[in-house]
């Protein structure tokens, strides 16, 4: 099974590195979905239920939300509050180990960036957040995973670089 979960690994590499490339918000999110599946695969092969749990939650948090995206809507903040409760919830329901706390603060973290209008926001938090999942990826053994969060994090800052502080400064300068 560790050989199969580190293929799922791959394949998180391949969505966390394309989802930080990508320039409108649909697309990262759509990226974030199939990183998110592709994680929890892993951790269950890896017996590590804390994380594929709050992976698999991650993707209900996603759809819920791009249900009010279409009708225009801002997730209302009620729903924002039950997403946390239930993060908190099914960590405790599958914690094991100090470590079972990163993943529940990086779904309140996912939970704050799927809300997010402005790229430049989700790019931010999600630094904050693959730089957590790194720490619970090498305890569990998700090496493969601890690549894919590793290279995530390369991919962001030229993310930031590319979209956030290189346009800035193209903005800055035709003013």
Same mark, same amino acid.
């Given at each position: 099974?560790?050989?199969?979960?580190? &293929?799922?690994?791959?394949?998180?590499?391949?969505?966390?590195?394309?989802?930080?490339?990508?320039?409108?918000?649909?697309?990262?999110?759509?990226?974030?979905?199939?990183?998110?599946? &592709?994680?929890?695969?892993?951790?269950?092969?890896?017996?590590?239920?804390?994380?594929?749990?709050?992976?698999?939650?991650?993707?209900?948090?996603?759809?819920?939300?791009?249900? &009010?995206?279409?009708?225009?809507?801002?997730?209302?903040?009620?729903?924002?509050?039950?997403?946390?409760?239930?993060?908190?919830?099914?960590?405790?329901?599958? &914690?094991?180990?100090?470590?079972?706390?990163?993943?529940?603060?990086?779904?309140?973290?996912?939970?704050?960036?799927?809300?997010?209008?402005?790229?430049?926001?989700?790019?931010?938090?999600?630094?904050?957040?693959?730089?957590?999942?790194?720490?619970?990826?090498?305890?569990?053994?998700?090496?493969?995973?601890?690549?894919?969060?590793?290279?995530?994090?390369?991919?962001?800052?030229?993310?930031?670089?590319?979209?956030?502080?290189?346009?800035?400064?193209?903005?800055?300068?035709?003013?």
């Amino acid at each position: 099974m560790f050989i199969v979960a580190q &293929f799922f690994g791959i394949l998180v590499i391949i969505a966390n590195v394309l989802s930080m490339q990508m320039k409108n918000k649909k697309q990262i999110i759509f990226m974030f979905i199939l990183a998110n599946l &592709f994680s929890a695969i892993n951790f269950i092969l890896l017996q590590s239920y804390s994380g594929a749990v709050i992976c698999l939650f991650a993707i209900i948090q996603t759809f819920i939300n791009k249900i &009010f995206e279409k009708k225009q809507q801002l997730v209302p903040k009620i729903i924002i509050g039950i997403y946390i409760v239930i993060s908190i919830i099914l960590g405790a329901i599958t &914690f094991s180990s100090m470590i079972d706390i990163l993943p529940i603060i990086c779904s309140i973290l996912y939970t704050i960036t799927i809300i997010q209008d402005k790229e430049k926001n989700i790019r931010r938090i999600s630094l904050a957040n693959i730089l957590l999942w790194i720490i619970y990826d090498i305890v569990c053994q998700a090496y493969t995973a601890a690549i894919s969060d590793s290279l995530m994090t390369i991919s962001t800052i030229v993310g930031m670089y590319r979209f956030d502080f290189k346009r800035k400064n193209e903005v800055e300068e035709q003013s």
